[in-house]
């Protein structure tokens, strides 16, 4: 199936530790975000990469690192992870196009991530 | 922060319309409507979208009005699988690919 798929689903860790979530998109859409959903289910921009270039890059800690290997990939490594960082993570992807508007952006499941 | 208003639940009985309200009494000339949906526990999910023609397609219509500060979603058959968090988002037109959501309307449909 065409999607963008996250891996894994659901994460739970402990205060201190590294972890990363992985993101795939198989639609060649040349954009990919991640967004988080807290508890409130406030969902808002953290990243985004366009051809592998981060372009956004909202107030985030530096313990948030996105790497994306290729157009196809996004991936997320959190270092020291923190109680507040518990929340839903989505990715999502869309085709830009020589700076054409990309009307839609498609999301990933979400991972949702549980600091104890 | 979001530039948009939406009352925050709806009711509607299933197989009616829905019509979910947005203001965005600050909308400029270079920015869309886009309206997105969450349905409990997955991604938000596209519906449509419009500049100030109204718009229609398999999933809603959107009405805009003449002035652009507000538009309606239209749902015009509404089931079960409608429950959920919809989203009005404005855009520019050029510029950061980024969605700002606000709170949303979360609408329930009732049998």
């Known amino acids: 199936d065409t999607a963008v798929s996250q891996t894994p689903k659901y994460l739970v860790t402990q205060m201190g530790n590294d972890k990363s979530i992985k993101c795939e998109q198989n639609l060649g859409h040349d954009t990919m975000y991640w967004y988080k959903q807290d508890s409130k289910k406030f969902l808002k921009i953290m990243f985004s990469?366009?051809?592998?270039?981060?372009?956004i890059n909202e107030t985030v800690p530096n313990r948030f690192s996105p790497k994306s290997p290729d157009k196809a990939h996004l991936n997320l490594h959190i270092n020291s992870l923190e109680l507040g960082d518990s929340a839903v993570y989505f990715c999502?992807?869309?085709?830009?196009?020589?700076?054409?508007?990309?009307?839609?952006?498609?999301f990933g499941p979400g991972t949702r991530l549980t600091v104890t | 922060d979001a530039k948009t208003t939406q009352p925050p639940s709806m009711d509607c009985a299933e197989g009616r319309a829905a019509n979910l309200p947005c203001n965005h009494s600050?909308?400029?000339?270079?920015?869309?409507v886009y309206w997105y949906r969450q349905i409990h526990s997955q991604g938000p999910q596209y519906i449509i979208h419009?500049?100030?023609n109204n718009e229609t397609n398999e999933m809603a219509s959107l009405i805009i009005t003449e002035d652009r500060k507000s538009s309606t979603l239209i749902l015009p058959h509404a089931t079960l699988r409608d429950t959920a968090v919809y989203y009005c988002i404005v855009r520019p037109i050029q510029g950061a690919q980024k969605l700002v959501f606000g709170q949303g309307t979360r609408l329930t449909i009732n049998p």
């Open positions: 990469y366009n051809n592998k270039e981060l372009i």
């Open positions: 999502a992807s869309s085709l830009t196009s020589g700076g054409t508007l990309s009307h839609e952006q498609y």
């Open positions: 600050t909308i400029s000339g270079n920015e869309y």
């Open positions: 419009g500049l100030k």
